[in-house]
């Protein structure tokens, strides 16, 4: 499984392809090592957790995408991402947030795709306006964001 933009593809993690990994340039967080064990106890899990975000010019990963798990039953997923400072401001957020969820939205069991911010983190404001998420509240200073299928 494999996703592709116009400078980027994304891969979703697993175990042989963290094992690859140098760390070098990119450092995994717990959250990649939590997933993957994660998804050995479930394989349904793949694709509904974190992808590496990996540029066609170079190879090389410049941050992480997800979801925080399988479609919940109001068929709701959450997206977050993270890219690293050298490969910030170039729109390599916004071109994986949009083919990631562009890919949740092909799945019946997705109808919302959710996501949240500090409400001073305006490199993400920009991404999810960009997306054309709607702001839907506040919450621990949280803004809170969705998007609908259609």
Not at 4 to 18: A, K, M
Not at 59 to 87: C, H, Q
Not at 145 to 150: N, R
């Amino acid at each position: 499984m494999e996703l592709q933009t116009e400078r980027l593809i994304i891969v979703p993690c697993t175990d042989e392809l963290v094992s690859t990994i140098s760390t070098e340039r990119y450092e995994m967080g717990p959250h990649i090592k939590r997933y993957v064990e994660k998804l050995r106890e479930d394989s349904t899990q793949l694709g509904w957790g974190v992808w590496l975000v990996i540029t066609k010019e170079t190879n090389t990963i410049i941050g992480d995408i997800g979801f925080k798990g399988k479609p919940d039953s109001e068929n709701t997923v959450e997206v977050g991402y993270g890219i690293i400072p050298s490969a910030q401001n170039k729109g390599y957020a916004t071109e994986a947030v949009k083919e990631i969820i562009h890919w949740a939205f092909t799945h019946d069991q997705v109808d919302k795709v959710v996501a949240e911010c500090l409400h001073d983190n305006i490199p993400s404001i920009k991404v999810l306006e960009k997306l054309n998420m709607n702001k839907i509240g506040v919450e621990n200073e949280m803004l809170k964001w969705e998007l609908k299928k259609g």
